[in-house]
């Protein structure tokens, strides 16, 4: 059974800097992709960035391109997220999610089988 949990947890300022982790386990994850997503209050939840776990090709959404970076060490089977330059408005909880496949641009939520319980990110104004 595959587990995923976050952490990083933060609240920061508007313009700092935050990272994420997702550790992983229960199964070899070479064939994987691994997501975040996040959810805000009143909102739907929306994919963030995506990467593919043998490769490291990864997949951002428009909104967060050039702000965010996820990466991922193999050798600790974890997923990481570094958020740079926060604004308010990335302020929600954050999913990390993992799909048995390799269709990276494939964003939609309902594509990944597994998920975490979520980590909350607070950026004041």
């Known amino acids: 059974q595959v587990q995923l949990g976050e952490s990083g947890e933060g609240l920061v300022q508007a313009g700092g800097s935050l990272r994420l982790s997702c550790a992983a386990s229960?199964?070899?994850?070479?064939?994987?992709?691994m997501g975040w997503f996040r959810k805000a209050p009143g909102k739907e939840r929306e994919f963030v960035a995506a990467?593919?776990?043998?490769?490291?090709?990864?997949y951002y959404a428009d909104s967060v391109n050039g702000r965010f970076t996820i990466s991922r060490d193999n050798a600790k089977n974890t997923v990481y997220l570094q958020m740079n330059s926060l604004k308010p408005e990335d302020t929600a909880v954050y999913y990390c999610?993992?799909?048995?496949?390799?269709?990276?641009?494939?964003?939609?939520?309902?594509?990944?089988?597994?998920w975490g319980q979520g980590t909350q990110v607070t950026v004041s104004s």
């Open positions: 990467i593919t776990w043998s490769i490291g090709s990864t």
């Open positions: 999610a993992a799909k048995s496949n390799r269709a990276l641009r494939n964003s939609a939520g309902t594509t990944y089988d597994y």
């Open positions: 229960g199964r070899a994850f070479s064939t994987y992709t």
